[in-house]
């Protein structure tokens, strides 16, 4: 079996050192992430390393431990107070925020909070306009291509990750029929529970459907009058939609390039489900055979290898794509802190070419640098300007931003 993946890259440390960092310098730490993505194991982890106790605020008796929150933080002052689920008590902001200031004045002003949530826009302006100044955020996403040692020289690892997404569990599981059970088991507890926690009216199925033509039209720019045609409602309705997935840091919406005004560009964001094995179980696809053989391979391939180009980007990376109305088009800009430019195409191709759009867009926008992303190992040029490379080789460069 594949051992668990270790978090090695991301921003350069290990998520549990950066975790440690971020506490060091702030007095309280949000880490968002979907669920079962590993938010508590992280959480568990670096408070055995401290002095630490921990509430799961979805457990009755821990909820009523903060019927005075100022009390009880009174009682552990001195020590890290791990607050899981906090997403369900949003009123909990407030009164954190005079805690936190009376330790600031006491001269406790750091590593006093670690607040996990489940969401991320809902979470974020729920504390932002209490703990605006005093907090840190880190995101958790399902682990990637860096994270597998030997995914930088078996393709098959990095086939398996491709197929059954980056959720624990999911990658982790003895066979096929195992991962594919808890996904579709993740599915259903997300459309079933979590979503109508977050003041979702939308009926289950309805949701479900949705999702699910998303991953049918995997990295592809939004066409909001299809999806809304295909469910029979508006175009504000469908929006909501996927402003919910979106929250809940389970949906992609990846931006056009907007900056060339001298060019007709492409508006609509491109969209994906962040999970390339949750995107394969929406749509029924159980191992590799079957997803070699469905129209979405390509699509899902591209939105596979750009989530894991985002998710290592270092802090401060604005992430793009580009497409002109006469179809000029670059799958991925990553613009890098300083301004660098890099375009990134992707390809399934073993063999893969450089098309004319391309390099028109390129010539529109001076990328400093230039990749196809393929699904081989070798790096090797294919022109004077553009080199072919594998998907860990680039996340490697990515990540190291040079």
């Avoid at 903060?66 to 791990?82: F, G, P, Q, T, W």
């Avoid at 159980?286 to 591209?302: F, I, Y």
Wanted: glycine fraction near 8%.
């Amino acid at each position: 079996m594949e051992a668990a993946p270790t978090n090695t890259y991301i921003f350069g440390r290990s998520l549990g050192d950066r975790l440690k960092y971020l506490l060091q310098h702030s007095p309280a730490v949000v880490l968002l992430g979907p669920r079962q993505v590993g938010k508590t194991t992280l959480a568990l982890e670096v408070g055995e390393q401290l002095t630490s106790v921990y509430l799961d605020l979805e457990e009755p008796e821990d909820r009523a431990k903060l019927a005075s929150v100022a009390r009880y933080m009174a009682d552990h002052e001195r020590e890290l107070v791990i607050l899981d689920e906090v997403q369900r008590i949003p009123e909990l902001f407030q009164p954190l925020r005079g805690v936190i200031d009376r330790g600031r004045r006491q001269g406790r002003g750091t590593g006093r909070l670690l607040l996990l949530g489940s969401a991320s826009m809902d979470l974020l302006r729920q504390s932002g306009e209490s703990l605006a100044g005093r907090i840190s955020y880190l995101e958790l996403g399902p682990f990637g291509a860096l994270e597998l040692e030997s995914a930088a020289t078996d393709p098959k690892a990095l086939d398996k990750l491709w197929v059954r997404g980056g959720f624990p569990r999911s990658f982790l599981a003895e066979t096929d029929d195992l991962s594919m059970e808890w996904r579709r088991s993740f599915i259903r507890t997300y459309l079933e529970r979590d979503a109508p926690q977050f003041g979702s009216r939308v009926p289950a199925e309805t949701l479900r459907r949705f999702w699910t033509m998303l991953a049918h039209n995997q990295a592809q720019v939004l066409n909001a009058a299809n999806l809304a045609s295909g469910l029979g409602v508006d175009g504000k309705t469908v929006a909501g939609y996927l402003d919910l997935l979106v929250d809940l840091l389970l949906v992609r919406r990846l931006p056009a390039w907007h900056r060339n005004m001298g060019k007709r560009l492409i508006k609509s964001p491109k969209v994906w489900v962040r999970d390339s094995g949750v995107a394969h179980a929406l749509l029924g696809i159980r191992d590799k055979e079957a997803l070699l053989g469905h129209p979405v391979v390509g699509q899902t391939w591209e939105s596979f290898v750009i989530e894991n180009l985002i998710m290592v980007a270092p802090e401060g990376t604005e992430a793009h794509y580009y497409r002109t109305s006469n179809g000029t088009e670059i799958d991925l800009i990553l613009t890098l802190p300083g301004g660098k430019l890099w375009a990134i195409e992707v390809k399934r191709s073993s063999a893969p070419g450089v098309e004319r759009g391309f390099h028109s867009a390129c010539t529109d926008l001076k990328p400093k640098k230039r990749f196809v992303v393929y699904p081989g190992t070798d790096r090797f040029s294919l022109d004077e300007k553009t080199e072919a490379i594998g998907l860990v080789a680039l996340a490697r460069a990515v990540h190291a931003g040079k």
